[in-house]
């Protein structure tokens, strides 16, 4: 299936807020990731996820929403990147864009998380990347190195992506 969505060349401001992220993720796997037997409980969910661009990431649920009943199915998500520090991509040439742990698009310095995310209006600043995949968020103190102020584009590599929120389409 061909998911790809056309990226907005010309979004690259200081603040940016989008009125409907869609970040939509076929679920190819979904199970318990950690689970502890002296008290019953269910620690954590690892999802196997797959992008519209057809790459596959692995996605971390600490919140254990256990998206189970939606494997193979597609849902929309509000993901995190936890991004690997030092590690700053400034052309698309420098990537591998095969590569799933690797995002590169448009940077947004301040972006304002949109409000069906309710669970997650922060009021500290959050970055993101937007891909033909839709916006990764992440910190971006963690990037550790000086980014221009003119800097439209850029790639990161991701370590780990957590599912923040989701709502199923």
Wanted: contains cysteine; aromatic residues 14%.
């Amino acid at each position: 299936m061909n998911w790809r969505i056309p990226i907005n060349n010309n979004i690259h401001k200081n603040n940016y807020k989008l009125s409907d992220c869609k970040m939509r993720v076929y679920l190819k796997s979904v199970h318990i990731g950690s689970y502890y037997d002296e008290t019953d409980t269910i620690g954590d969910f690892e999802i196997e996820g797959q992008l519209q661009s057809g790459k596959v990431i692995q996605i971390f649920d600490h919140h254990k929403y256990d998206l189970r009943e939606f494997k193979k199915k597609e849902v929309e998500c509000l993901l995190w990147a936890m991004i690997k520090r030092n590690t700053v991509y400034k052309t698309e040439k420098e990537t591998n864009e095969l590569d799933p742990t690797v995002i590169f698009g448009n940077f947004i310095k301040n972006y304002e998380i949109p409000l069906k995310w309710k669970r997650f209006q922060k009021k500290e600043e959050i970055s993101a990347i937007e891909t033909a995949d839709g916006f990764f968020l992440f910190d971006y103190d963690e990037i550790r190195l000086p980014i221009d102020a003119e800097t439209k584009k850029l790639g990161l590599k991701v370590i780990r992506f957590d599912l923040l929120d989701w709502m199923p389409i």
